[in-house]
Each structure stands twice: as C-alpha cells, then as structure tokens.
C-alpha cells in the first residue's frame, strides 16, 4: 500500500512537467504568422519601434544619395519608410501625447506642424524622382528638415512618454504602430497630415498605393 502511494504520487508530480513539455511543443509549432503577432502584441514598446526607425531613416538618405542602379529602390524604400513612420505617429503617437502629457496640445502641435512642412518638402521629392533635376539638393533639404524633427521627437516627446506611460500601454502602442504600418500609404500625400485624415486615408491610400509600387516594380524588372 505504501509503495502504490509513493508511485501514485511520483505520477502526479510528472503531470505539470509533462504537460509544460507539451506547452513547449506546441508553441514551437504554431504558425510563423501566429509568433510573429504574438512578438509584436508583448515585443518592442513603441520608443523602442520609433527610435529603431529613425536610425533606419537616417541611413536610408545616405543610400538614396548614392549613385548607380540601386538609386531608384533606395529611394523607392526611403519614401515608404516615412510615409509609413509619420502615418503612424500621426495617427497614434502624437495623439497619445496631446492627452497624456503636460503641455501635450502644445507639443503635438510643433510635431505635427514639423510634419505638415517635411511632406511638402517630400511632395516635391517624389515628383523630382532619383533621376530628376536637383534630385540630390532637394533630398539633402528634406534630410535636414527631418533630422531636426526626429530629433525632437526622441528629446522632447518619446522620453516623456517612457515616464508618463505604463510599460504594457507603450507596447500596445509599439504594436498598434506597427499593424498601422503595415497598411498605410507608401507615399506622401499633401491632406493626409493629422489623426483623422491618416486612419480615413489608410483603407482607401494604402492599398492603391500599394498596387501602384507592385506595377512599377513588374515594370522595372
């Protein structure tokens, strides 16, 4: 009787051991897409995502300035990358900020008036083309007006919102950023330029937009 119990009891000590086994298993097979949502949703907080950006961004003007065949895509990869960017920070960031920070209003303004005139300047840019007159003059002009803005950014708005915001909120926000992201235009657009315009934008812009680099890139190849 004595060693039934011991046995029985061994038995159920095995069970979590198990089943944490199975748990394991089964996490590594999920589906690539499943991980990867699940990365996102618990992952990077959304200072962490915009600052990585900018040092993207950064490098994207240095390579959008060479010369050669990859001119074109590295110009073509620089311009999605900040639309995508400050469709998100319009849409999510910056609102965020108005709320939840002091002198908030004030601050997404600035941020938001840097923008207004950056997409100007990158209006321009994307009608010159990596093969236009003043390509690289107008490109080193839209370079400056969006160092200083990021800059600003990451010194004014992005520390303040590590202090005034929960750890778990600035990752939600990291991840509704990057779902944003992942469907809005890939070009500038002169009306787009505040919360409202950029999520009514996003369903509409952001697939044509889309289509558009699809067929230029069938084209070109």
């Known amino acids: 009787m004595g060693t039934l119990t011991k046995q029985a009891a061994l038995k159920t000590a095995t069970k979590p051991s198990l089943a944490g086994k199975a748990t394991a298993r089964t996490a590594a097979t999920a589906p690539a897409w499943s991980r990867r949502a699940m990365r996102a949703l618990g992952g990077e907080n959304v200072v962490d995502v915009l600052t990585r950006q900018h040092r993207q961004i950064r490098l994207g003007f240095l390579r959008a300035a ?3 065949p ?8 620089l311009m999605r990358l900040l639309a995508v960017h400050e469709a998100a920070e319009e849409a999510h960031v910056h609102p965020v900020a108005r709320r939840a920070l002091r002198h908030g209003r004030e601050l997404a303004a600035r941020r ?9 300047l990158l ?30 950014e990451e010194r004014e708005e992005f520390q303040a919102l590590r ?3 929960s750890l778990p909120r600035l990752r939600m926000l990291g991840a509704e950023v990057k779902f944003a992201q992942a469907y809005a ?3 500038p657009h002169r009306w ?8 009514l934008a996003a369903p509409i812009l952001g697939p044509v937009d889309r289509a558009l680099d699809a ?7």
Not at 112 to 120: C, D, G, L, N, P
Not at 140 to 152: D, G, I, L, M
Request: a positive charge; zero cysteines; charged letters at 35%.
């Open 66 to 68: 060479l010369p050669g």
């Open 70 to 77: 990859w001119r074109r895509r590295n110009f073509d990869r």
């Open 112 to 120: 938001r008036a840097e923008e207004k005139q950056a997409k100007e």
């Open 123 to 152: 209006i321009a840019l994307w009608h010159t083309g990596p093969d236009g007159a003043g390509y690289l003059r107008r490109l080193n002009e839209v370079r400056r007006v969006v160092s200083r803005h990021a800059a600003r």
């Open 163 to 165: 202090k005034a915001i």
């Open 185 to 187: 235009p890939t070009r």
């Open 192 to 199: 787009v330029n505040n919360e409202a315009t950029n999520k």
């Open 215 to 221: 067929l230029r890139r069938r084209s070109a190849s």
